[in-house]
């Protein structure tokens, strides 16, 4: 894990990644590229971060100001320059101060938001959990018959439908809702407060 003073690079993409989140990556610019292949030979994560403004290529885009690691945990290249990867998020930074390095890509010197703490579930936190095991199995039951043995699920193990942090983030990753919304529920330092948004937008939605 990066400490305050390490520079770690970003990747500023059109998504908000969770922890505990899948986040699949078709990475084809040299600049990522490049970026990629020295992660993995560091063993480095790199954090993921929205994009506030500009886009997701040629300059450096200018990132929402609270992002979360991630590692790689698969990785292809079939075809030459274009690499698949399966990643997951870690813990949340906020960053401190950032710089743009020839090739456009963005380093940050960050400070880690501290994880989500565990708490006795509520009547909320068991709604939204059981309800999401729910959409949890049929995404998986449905990918599984469409694609066999090559199905990857979107959501990676352990499922912790014991935790409430846990159990929002998946709802802030699965609901249609503006990334925006989603950035915001991101920096939610209180996991039963996030929680309790997400529980009220599904009783709005007839979803519970």
Known sequence: MPDNHSWIPLFPLNTVLFPGGVLP???FETRYLDMLRECMKKQQQFGVVLIKSGQEVGVAAEPENVGCLTQITEWDMQD???MMLRTVGSQRFRILQQRV???QRLEAQIELIEADQPGKPDQAHLQCASTLKLVIDDINNKGRTTHGPNYASPFALPLQFDNAGWVANRWC???????KARQALLELTDSSERLGIVHKYLLQHNII
Do not use: N, S
């Open 80 to 82: 030459l320059g274009v």
């Open 25 to 27: 990556l078709k990475v």
């Open 101 to 103: 390095l020839p090739d």
């Open 173 to 179: 990753e699965i609901l249609p809702i503006p990334m």
